[in-house]
């Protein structure tokens, strides 16, 4: 069975910094690029950072600069780091993997919360 789990998300203050990560277990974590989206009440789903197989990473305008994912694929785990947070960075952030091998098989993570208040 495959899962995705995400941890490291709470609350922040503005202009905190925040370390989410997301494990993988039951698939074959390198064959899949990897990103996170966030949602927040409202509003549509949005990709937030993208990381392929062999670490091309690509980011929303509104987080260049500020967050940073990265893979370590012998812990089969996707990080979002994420500094200068702002208020509207405030969502639910969502941990999803696409195989490169098989087309449509792709998998998301159950969200974690991320609150940035002062």
């Known amino acids: 069975q495959v899962q995705l789990v995400e941890s490291g998300g709470g609350l922040v203050q503005p202009g905190g910094s925040l370390r989410l990560s997301c494990a993988a277990s039951?698939?074959?974590?390198?064959?899949?690029?990897m990103g996170w989206y966030r949602q927040a009440p409202g509003d549509e789903r949005e990709l937030v950072a993208h990381i392929t197989t062999i670490g091309f990473t690509d980011y929303a305008d509104s987080v260049k600069g500020r967050f940073t994912i990265s893979r370590d694929n012998t812990k089969k785990t996707v990080y979002l780091e994420m500094n200068s947070l702002k208020p509207e960075d405030t969502a639910v952030y969502f941990c999803?993997?696409?195989?490169?091998?098989?087309?449509?098989?792709?998998?998301w993570g159950q969200g974690t919360q991320v609150t940035v208040s002062s």
């Open positions: 999803y993997g696409e195989s490169t091998l098989t087309p449509n098989r792709d998998y």
């Open positions: 039951g698939l074959i974590f390198s064959v899949y690029n």
